[in-house]
């Protein structure tokens, strides 16, 4: 049984997220297993009933409503327990910042804090073209490549805003090849 944890954030590119979780649910069927990490602007973008029911969906609220007392489970750190790969597809800007700063203000980046770097973290940057062009973006995803962490590079495309440029999230297929590279063997 393979484990994967997708955490979704706040970038458009989370309407793809549907689609992410159908493909790695036929990389192996009855050996995968997802879950999904929404932060609470990812949950814009897509609706729960469009997501497979054999996938398990947190999202910030789950944090605290599984902890009661000193001795119960701590979600964030039972996910990064529970996972043997973390995909974050995609990773906005903000959340990129978070990480790579270490903030851990919600579940998606105290899971992100609380990761086995000797498990792999693949994330899938997607935003804005200027955004993505701005020198802390580079230095921030230098800062995850340091720790181990894989990117699957941007792509350029005409953007949903209608900018046209390098920013958007890679293909839902190169996402589910680099995947699937951990995971079949």
């Known amino acids: 049984m ?9 970038s ?13 649910l036929v990389l192996k069927p009855s050996e ?13 973008f897509f609706n729960e009933e469009d997501i497979p029911a054999d996938a398990e969906i947190f999202n910030d609220s789950d944090e605290w409503a599984v902890w ?18 973390f995909v974050i ?25 609380a990761w086995d770097l000797s498990k792999p973290l693949i994330f899938c940057p997607a935003m804005n073209t200027k955004m993505y062009q701005h020198p802390l973006t580079a230095a921030q995803i230098s800062t995850l490549i340091s720790w181990g962490y894989q990117e699957v590079p941007v792509i350029e495309k005409t953007l949903i805003c209608g900018d046209t440029g390098t920013g958007a999230m890679a293909e839902i297929d190169t996402i589910v090849a680099v995947i699937k590279g951990h995971i079949v063997t």
């Open 12 to 24: 458009v590119a989370t309407i793809k997220l549907p689609l992410l979780v159908q493909n790695l």
């Open 68 to 85: 009661d007392k000193r001795g119960d489970p701590v979600l964030h750190i039972e996910l990064s327990k529970w996972a043997d790969i």
């Open 32 to 44: 995968t297993k997802i879950r999904v990490i929404a932060t609470e602007h990812a949950n814009h």
């Open 89 to 113: 597809a995609p990773l906005d800007a903000n959340t990129l910042a978070k990480i790579a700063n270490g903030l851990c203000d919600n579940l998606l980046t105290c899971t992100a804090r």
């Open 2 to 10: 393979v484990n994967v944890l997708v955490g979704c954030t706040g």
